[in-house]
């Protein structure tokens, strides 16, 4: 019987990988949110970051799919939104990833209900206009 492999991969070196495979693809305004200390977290970092099209919004996803695999031998758990790729979600477990087409991440504001998280952000930030109803 084949033993299956100890995953020795901690969540530094995942949001490490994640964040390379985003800024590969050029992803914008990229943060993470520490929120594992916070009360009713269902992870410990939440990744957030946008794009132009669903074109790039599919490519940064794949990206991290890819690279997660190929560096770290971790599958996603769950994946959402790949049918219409305005809002992508991926599913780490201790990580999880939302990457949106712009105008839905202004829409919904994710790090205003994480308020309270420590946020980090990478590379250079834009400013993202409010969502126009």
């Known amino acids: 019987m084949a033993v299956k492999k100890k995953k020795t991969n901690n969540s530094s070196e995942l949001l490490s990988c994640i964040i390379d495979a985003v800024q590969d693809k050029k992803g914008k305004n990229l943060i993470s949110l520490e929120?594992?200390?916070l009360p009713?977290?269902?992870c410990n970092h939440f990744v957030i970051c946008n794009a132009e099209s669903t074109t790039q919004v599919n490519a940064i996803a794949d990206n991290i799919e890819g690279k997660v695999r190929?560096?770290?031998n971790e599958k996603v758990y769950r994946s959402a939104g790949y049918e219409n790729s305005i809002w992508i979600v991926l599913d780490y477990v201790d990580i999880v990833v939302h990457v949106f087409q712009t105008e839905w991440r202004s829409f919904y504001k994710l790090e205003d209900l994480w308020a309270d998280a420590k946020v980090t952000a990478y590379g250079e930030q834009e400013n993202i206009a409010p969502f126009k109803y």
């Open 35 to 37: 929120i594992g200390s």
């Open 70 to 72: 190929e560096k770290l």
């Open 40 to 42: 009713n977290a269902v």
